[in-house]
């Protein structure tokens, strides 16, 4: 199984960034997809899953400005981020069939499968 992240940059405040997550070696239709994020002064945090139905859960900081979504055909996840800022600034990882903490709960995100991460940086 390869998770495959791309889409990461540099940007403004303010700007977009869409990331990409390609799967392969797994059909993601079944199955919950995270995106969790860290940087050098923070831990690594769960930011957004998508259920199988399509149903997604965020935390409070990015809530209403990421967008996440899924394309079983393409065996893809993407995580649209809108209004950048500063503190977004991290190492952004795509991850399969995660199964803890819940979003926002303690403890070290865990999954089953993990992508190689890709780097936002905000500048202000």
């Known amino acids: 199984v390869q998770l495959v992240e791309s889409g990461g940059g540099l940007v403004q405040t303010g700007e977009s960034l869409r990331l990409s997550c390609a799967a392969s070696g797994l059909n993601i239709g079944g199955y919950t997809m995270a995106w969790a994020r860290q940087n050098p002064e923070s831990e690594l945090k769960w930011m957004s899953f998508i259920y199988p139905d399509n149903n997604t859960a965020y935390i409070d900081s990015v809530k209403g400005r990421f967008a996440v979504s899924r394309d079983n055909a393409k065996n893809s996840v993407y995580l649209q981020m809108n209004d950048l800022k500063p503190e977004d600034t991290a190492v952004y990882y795509c991850?399969?069939?995660?199964?803890?903490?819940?979003?926002?709960?303690?403890?070290?995100?865990?999954?089953?499968?993990w992508g190689q991460g890709t780097q936002v940086t905000v500048s202000s």
């Open positions: 991850a399969a069939r995660p199964y803890g903490p819940l979003i926002g709960g303690e403890g070290v995100p865990t999954a089953d499968y």
